[in-house]
């Protein structure tokens, strides 16, 4: 502890000199998902009133496994240079719902690890998992997004049925979804196809935003679902890869015991997912019958319950 606190302060210290008279430096503690605390790095522009966060734990873990400090701190200045914000940014608009409506998006993370958080924020339960608002700040020219919090709703005069039908105009807008076959995925990451059968690849989909940053949040967009039954002409299986990507399985590919399935989950989470990514350890199920109806399967005397 006593080594990550003096690389934090030397990165203060160093920063402080670099930027003189130009910006202002300061350093804090951030609840991220899942209640991760990370240590948040802000520099302001002198006269403006808003600057970006870089989170200084991965460069951390670079100086860690040997990377010298002057190394590390010149990407963590390249890396902060690119998104200052020049000039002081009109914030009245916050205040003004009509004008940040369009701005007004959801994403998905999971409600239990995220209960302290929830309590201070508009959400919606859906299964074991919260949908919580955000403004997205992409409109504005700069990379990031704003958290709305009980304070914002009071100002606003809104109410969470607002919130939702804003976010469900606006997110599919803002960050169309991108569902592609397993083998394509595969393909993408690596150059190499694994999937000769061309039956075999269609029962398996990934699912994500046109960013794959927060991806999982497709699964609210309208008729979505029903699309990708409509693809499968089957039910199918809802595995939640992290919050920024979701795996769709059709039924037939794995038939009436999800239990293993389910142990592959927690297991990928444990050992292949950034904490703060993990999205949830359930396994989930959409009858084409009943459209847009998301359930949590639950494996009991072996038999599955929807």
Known sequence: MVRKEKFYNEVME???????????????????????????FCVTMIGGNCGPTLYLDEYYKEFENGKVFDSVFNDIIKMMDAHLVPEKMDVTFF?????????????????????????????????????????????????????????LMEVWKATEEDLYEAAMDNTPRLYPAEIITMAEFLKRRTGHSFFPNEATSNGFLIGSNDRYTNGATILLYPGLLKEVGDFFQDNFYIIPSSIHEILFMKELFYGDEPGTLEDMIRNVNLTCVLPEDVLSNSLY??????????????????????
């Open 285 to 306: 199920y959409y009858d084409r019958a009943a459209e847009n109806n998301i359930k949590k399967v639950e494996q009991v005397r072996d038999t599955m319950l929807l």
């Open 95 to 151: 205040t003004d719902f009509d004008r940040i409506y369009d701005k007004i998006c959801f994403r998905l993370v999971n409600a239990k690890e995220n209960e302290e958080k929830l309590k201070e924020c508009p959400h919606r339960l859906l299964e074991d998992l919260a949908v919580v608002y955000y403004i997205s700040m992409t409109s504005l020219g700069i990379e990031g997004s704003v958290a709305i919090k009980n304070e």
């Open 14 to 40: 160093r920063a402080k000199e670099y930027y003189k008279d130009r910006a202002r430096v300061s350093m804090h503690e951030v609840t991220k998902n899942n209640g991760l605390k990370k240590t948040g």
